[in-house]
């Protein structure tokens, strides 16, 4: 029996056959991603947080703005840019002010391979964010400033020195796991009647990962903000807020990347953003 089909007996099972096929389609597997505080990581290990390890000759990426785009901004942004001039955060170059990205994982795409069939094989990845820049909108949802390095071969890495960055997360090793999401009892999509929410609430809880739900190729999420990821693009990490690893998005809040579906099938992350979602 497959798992779509075991997923729809036990929903039967519940008394919640008529909604079925709306949840299983709401319903996705995913693999979860535990992260466990560490000061001793190996060059090029899988973490979320800390600093990246990255080859020779790449640079950290770095967010700019022009001098005509600053001039536009509001009194208070001039006044914190100011700040963060003064405290070395925002270098001045010419033509454009610049900022570090504040850098929040490092994938080894080996450990992962096991996992599933979607990214590359091998290579690493590198997934950078600040979460107080705006990125832009896409698909109605807004998008915080980020950045992705890819490196599929394999090449010798360094420890990378952290420029001054908006904020630093403790480092944390990370392990996968091959785990199941079920949408929530309010999301939109499954217009369930509040009789069963008790029901639905004990089986979605009976699978639900528990905190933080850091997730590699994670299923979508429906909150205040909308649908996470937009139309057209795959949900390729979401990191939770981790107390652990001093990683705070905000109240019931995570980041999400997500590449367009092109890219992705080319294993290519151009078009990457990052959403900052919250309930």
Known sequence: MTWHARHREHLKGLGLGAYAEKIIARTHEEIWVTATPSESLALGQSRIGGVPDLPDGVAWPRQRWTRA?????P???CRDLDEAIASGVV???PG?????????AQLDLRDVAPFQTVLPRNGHLWLFADQTSDGGEVGGLFCVASAWLFEPRSRPLRRAMPPPVPEQ????SISFAHGTAMPD????HLALPDAYWHTYESARV?????EPRHAL?????SGAIGDVPPPGYTALLRVDTDDALDMNWGDAAWITFAVPNAALAEHRFDGLIAIRWYG
């Open 96 to 104: 454009h002010f610049a900022a570090a990205l504040p850098f929040v």
């Open 217 to 221: 190729l994670p299923g979508p999420d």
């Open 169 to 172: 997360f403790a480092a944390g």
């Open 75 to 77: 009194e208070y942004a």
């Open 185 to 188: 009892f309010h999301d939109e």
């Open 91 to 93: 270098t001045t170059e």
């Open 69 to 73: 785009e600053v001039q536009a901004w």
């Open 206 to 210: 009976a699978v639900q990962q528990p």
